[in-house]
Structure formats: C-alpha cells, structure tokens
C-alpha cells in the first residue's frame, strides 16, 4: 500500500499537503475561531474564497508538476467531489436543528468533523484504488452503484420527518456510552459526581462523521471514475470537504432555495456511473465530463431560482 502512494507522489508532496492543511486548520480553530461564535455571511464568504483560491493554487501546482492530463483530473475531482458534498449541507442542517445546536457551536462540530473525514475518506480512497487496481470486474460494481444511486435519486422520493436525535445512530450511543443530555454544547465531554459522561454535542459528532462516510460511498467512487490516482483523488477530495465547512455557514439559509440541485446531483452520478461500466471500450475525455458536471450544476440551480419551490413541489 505505501508502495502505491510514494508510487503516486514522493513522500514529501505527501508531507507537503498535510502539513499546509493542519496549518490552515489551526489557523481557522487556533486564531480565527478560538472563541465560539456565529459566523457572518461575510466572513463565512472569506473563508471560502480562501479555501477555493488554495485548491486552485494547488490545482496549479499539480497542472505545473504532475502535467495537464493530472491537472485537469485534479480540477474534474475537486469540482465533482464539491458538488456532491453540497447535498450534505441539508443534512447538517438537519442534524444541527433536531439537536438545538445554535450556529456559534456548530463551526468547532464541522472542524472536528473534518479531521475525523480526513482519516475515513483516506481508508476509502485506498481500499477503493486497490479493489479497481486488483480486479477489474470491481469497475462494473462501483459504475453500476452510481447509476442506481442517480436513478433512486431521481425516482424515490425520500421519507420527511426522519429525525437524526432518535436515528439508529444516536440510540446506540445513547445506550453504550456514558450520556448526559442535559450536558449541553459547550463541551463534548463533562464531569458529573466523578464520572466522565459524553453531551449532546459529541452525539452531534458522531452523526455528523456517520453522515459524511454515507456520502462519501456515493462521492468516492465518483472521483474514482474519473482519475485512480490516490494523490489527485486525496488531495482534490480533501480540499474540497474542507471549504464545505465555510460554504455550510454561507448557504445554510439559502438551502431551500437550491431545491433542484439534487436533481441535478442525481444526473451527475448517473453519468460518471455510465462512464465508469464503458470505460473498457470508450474513455469519455476528462475535459468533456468537467464540461458537463459544470453544465448540469449550473441547469439545476438555474432551474431552482427561475422555478421556485411550491408546497408539495420536491
């Protein structure tokens, strides 16, 4: 396994990116947000354009060092990878309101949130890179469950009113751990009468990670039929899940104006699922599938703003 990844990149492009990136996270958590508070549009609009002009600054560098073909892969990843984590910000919106979390408690959940997705989604990419790599019947598997997730999208109508506070996850937890829920959203962890017990907001975590890893079955594979460069797929995926935190707080109270856009997600895994199943006898350009995810993004939410959500109307 470590063979494949210095196989992929020298070890200290590898050094390289994680250390710009626990950087900037203790940049964000250590300076910025030491203190708990609710993000403006303003300042949540700062972070990420800061959080794009790093990935496209890096995008660069891989265009520069690793050559066009790598670079545009890198671009296709990052765009294809952000637009499908986008459809998370319902969900954490969701969570966060079932649990009462107010919004100056909700960035330090996403932060920590994040690095627990750095380590699931670097298992994933490699676990999947190997199964593609090994067997080559595994493309038909991972092409096929992104048709059917696109088709269910398109055609099942999820069930409202499912509320994460009383998931399966969260009565589980409930059950094995140590829990106060009156423990409230400043810690994650409290002292009561001498024993250590876990608060609502680390029961908030653990969702939120649970929530991202059932994303990431959708995303992974997705960017996977795109490049099986573990490099380009880490380090586009990572970048892409860390401007999501900022890009929650931006569009949060704008999420239900985007209603379509899941329509639109739904044709784009369909798409790089047929692209993957016909990859052995058609390789669909990589500049072509850039083309059409940024088509299909900006129809479905052009869609949602010219044909505003009615009652009744998905």
């Known amino acids: 396994m470590l063979d494949a990844l210095l196989l992929a990149a020298p070890w200290w492009a590898w050094a390289g990116f994680h250390i710009l990136i626990f950087l900037m996270l203790a940049l964000d958590l250590g300076i910025f947000n030491r203190r708990a508070h609710?993000?403006?549009?303003?300042?949540?609009?700062?972070?990420?354009?800061?959080?794009?002009?790093?990935?496209?600054?890096?995008?660069?560098?891989?265009?520069?060092?690793?050559g066009p073909p790598k670079g545009l892969e890198w671009l296709t990843g990052y765009l294809l990878e952000k637009s499908l984590s986008v459809d998370n910000l319902f969900v954490f919106l969701l969570i966060f309101s079932s649990f009462q979390v107010e919004l100056r408690h909700q960035h330090r959940v996403l932060y920590w949130g994040v690095l627990g997705a750095l380590i699931l989604r670097a298992a994933m990419i490699l676990a999947g890179t190997a199964l593609l790599n090994?067997?080559?019947?595994?493309?038909?598997?991972?092409?096929?469950?992104?048709?059917?997730?696109?088709?269910?999208?398109l055609f099942v109508k999820?069930?409202?009113?499912?509320?994460p506070s009383e998931g399966l996850v969260a009565r589980l937890f409930r059950r094995v751990v140590p829990y106060d829920p009156e423990g409230g959203h400043l810690h994650f962890v409290v002292t009561r009468d001498g024993r250590r017990l876990?608060?609502?907001?680390l029961l908030v975590l653990l969702i939120v990670e649970v929530s991202d890893l059932v994303f990431a079955v959708d995303s992974i594979p997705a960017v996977l039929a795109v490049t099986r460069?573990?490099?380009?797929?880490?380090?586009?995926?990572?970048?892409?899940?860390?401007?999501?935190?900022?890009l929650y707080f931006l569009l949060a109270k704008m999420a239900d104006r985007f209603h379509r856009l899941s329509f639109g997600l739904a044709l784009i895994l369909a798409y790089v699922g047929v692209k993957m199943?016909?990859?052995?006898?058609?390789?669909?350009?990589?500049?072509?599938?850039?083309a059409v995810i940024c088509l299909v993004l900006a129809g479905s939410m052009a869609a949602s703003l010219l044909w505003p959500s009615r009652d009744g109307d998905s």
């Open 38 to 66: 609710a993000p403006s549009v303003r300042e949540a609009g700062a972070w990420s354009v800061v959080w794009i002009l790093l990935a496209l600054a890096f995008n660069a560098a891989v265009w520069r060092w690793m």
């Open 134 to 153: 090994r067997f080559a019947w595994m493309t038909w598997v991972f092409g096929g469950f992104l048709v059917w997730t696109g088709l269910r999208m």
């Open 158 to 163: 999820e069930a409202d009113g499912k509320d």
């Open 198 to 201: 876990a608060t609502p907001l």
């Open 229 to 246: 460069d573990p490099f380009v797929v880490y380090t586009s995926n990572v970048f892409a899940i860390l401007g999501l935190r900022s």
């Open 277 to 290: 199943c016909i990859a052995e006898w058609f390789k669909i350009p990589t500049l072509l599938s850039l």
